[in-house]
């Protein structure tokens, strides 16, 4: 492929950064409203709509940046191989893409549904735990090794990128636990009204989540900043 076909696959990559970020800045904001006990049960409810709606976006980023990280990989010059051996052939490429609309296909749904169809959630859930414990065994391998997979550029840059791409898949799922309890809570209120109970749950909920959207937060400004900058590549 030419310059001009790997720079839109640059674009890509950009934009899914973008979107992930800013939609999660949406769902934080969106979440104020959601555990503010002086509005109304049904502006809380419109907010909560809003939240679940603007959380989608990140959720198909998250599982775009794998095939289209990966495709940047198999068309950088300095790619890797082994024993002269493309490790990225477009074959390889395609079936990861494939595995990613797939999962993709999980996670809308299981969005779409809030986790009630347990075949699709627990497909969803071993994907995630597959990429995330795959993942950071290569990552950790890109940082520490020599020359990973012959590639001579020290690409520790790329390694660090995928590592906090697993935290942030990782964090997800800290949300996804600390959530457990919402949903009950909010269908108290809906049902019964407001208690000093169900208030308490509904915060203790959406607060739990703060580390881990921090941690997303992080990990994804700082995966952009690794693959922009490269720190350390000998390019």
Same mark, same amino acid.
């Given at each position: ?23 999660d ?8 409203f959601?555990?503010?006990?002086? %509005?109304t049960? +049904? /502006?809380?409810?419109?907010?909560? $709509?809003i939240?679940? *709606?603007?959380? =989608?976006? &990140? ?10 990280g %990966?495709?940047? +990989? /198999?068309?950088?010059?300095?790619? $890797?191989?082994?024993? *002269?051996?493309? =490790?990225? &052939? ?10 990613? %609309?797939?999962?993709? /296909? ?8 809030? *986790? ?19 993942? /950071? ?39 996804r ?59």
């Amino acid at each position: 492929m030419g310059a001009h076909t790997h720079g839109w696959w640059i674009l890509l990559h950009l934009v899914l950064f973008v979107f992930w970020l800013g939609g999660d800045l949406g769902v934080f904001y969106s979440s104020r409203f959601v555990i503010n006990p002086e %509005l109304t049960p +049904m /502006a809380r409810s419109a907010a909560l $709509a809003i939240m679940s *709606g603007l959380d =989608l976006g &990140p959720r198909i980023c998250l599982v775009l940046f794998l095939p289209s990280g %990966l495709t940047l +990989m /198999a068309l950088d010059p300095h790619g $890797a191989s082994l024993f *002269g051996i493309a =490790l990225f &052939p477009w074959w390889f490429v395609a079936s990861v893409w494939v595995f990613a %609309l797939i999962w993709l /296909a999980l996670t809308v749904t299981e969005h779409r549904t809030h *986790g009630r169809l347990a075949a699709v959630h627990r497909g969803d859930l071993a994907i995630r735990i597959v990429v995330v414990a795959g993942m /950071a065994a290569g990552g950790l391998y890109t940082l520490f090794a020599h020359a990973p997979f012959g590639v001579t550029t020290n690409p520790k840059w790329l390694g660090g990128k995928i590592i906090l791409y697993c935290v942030a898949i990782a964090a997800g799922l800290g949300i996804r636990i600390t959530l457990r309890p919402f949903g009950a809570a909010f269908a108290a209120l809906l049902t019964s009204g407001s208690t000093p109970e169900v208030e308490r749950t509904l915060r203790r909920s959406i607060d739990g989540c703060l580390p881990y959207v921090w941690a997303i937060w992080g990990s994804v400004l700082g995966a952009a900043a690794l693959g922009v900058l490269k720190p350390g590549a000998h390019l």
